[in-house]
């Protein structure tokens, strides 16, 4: 079964640290797709990468970072020089392939505080 | 831009009632999906569909059934609300599956339901 652990649930940093978002999956599947999401205070979800499990170069966009390591099945999410706008909910998603159709598996869930 | 709307950004309703939740997405995406998120939970899937008048249990599908006529909207239905169906229920789409190519789900803004 599809399943995506985020182990820290809140965390609270103040603005210019760097902070590392965790999420470690599990699957059966050899050809599978990771996602982060963000979800700021207004609710809506919103999209921010999409690796799939051939890729593992790490990939920089900006203060955002990810690195991906197969070998511990972790996809983890760094922030650098954090702001007061970084402030969300961040989620990370397993894709899941049944035949044609997907769907993903999300897990629980960070909640990033960023203090001025 | 990708825009999925959801009809109602808050509501209430009594226990018993049957509600209608409404999404719609305008970018001709085949997949739709309904979640709900509680605190501590994440997002959970509750029904999804993959093409006009099919549907798919996800994860939680009991208290709720859905309805997909036509192919921009995706409907979620309380039968006979609840309290512990008080929740945020997230609508979401993406196109189908192709190749290797897992695409990004798009989300609503959210529709923060509360059950008396």
């Known amino acids: 079964a599809q399943k995506v652990t985020q182990a820290q649930t809140e965390i609270s940093v103040v603005e210019k640290e760097d902070v590392t978002l965790d999420c470690v999956y599990e699957?059966?599947?050899?050809?599978?797709?990771l996602f982060w999401y963000k979800q700021p205070p207004s609710g809506e979800l919103v999209f921010l990468i999409r690796?799939?499990?051939?890729?593992?170069q790490n990939e920089i966009s900006g203060r955002y970072s990810w690195n991906f390591q197969k070998s511990t099945s972790s996809f983890n999410f760094t922030i650098t020089a954090s702001q007061v706008v970084d402030s969300a909910v961040y989620f990370c998603?397993?894709?899941?392939?049944?035949?044609?159709?997907?769907?993903?598996?999300f897990g629980k869930g960070i909640t990033l505080s960023v203090r001025p | 831009d990708v825009k999925v709307t959801q009809s109602s950004r808050y509501l209430v309703k009594r226990t018993g009632e049957k509600v209608f939740l409404e999404c719609v997405q305008d970018?001709?995406?085949?997949?739709m999906f309904w979640y709900r998120q509680d605190p501590g939970l994440g997002l959970r899937l509750i029904y999804f569909?993959?093409?006009?008048?099919?549907?798919e249990k996800g994860d939680i599908p009991e208290g709720y059934s859905v309805s997909r006529e036509k192919k921009e909207r995706f409907s979620l239905i309380l039968e006979s609300a609840s309290t512990n169906q008080t929740s945020m229920y997230l609508c979401?789409?993406?196109?189908?599956?192709?190749?290797?190519?897992?695409?990004?789900?798009?989300f609503g803004p959210g529709t923060r339901l509360t059950v008396l």
């Open positions: 979401a789409s993406s196109l189908v599956l192709r190749g290797s190519i897992y695409n990004e789900q798009f």
């Open positions: 699957t059966r599947d050899t050809t599978y797709y």
């Open positions: 690796r799939n499990s051939f890729d593992e």
């Open positions: 998603a397993l894709s899941e392939v049944t035949g044609a159709n997907s769907k993903l598996t």
């Open positions: 970018m001709d995406h085949e997949n």
């Open positions: 569909s993959y093409d006009v008048k099919m549907k």
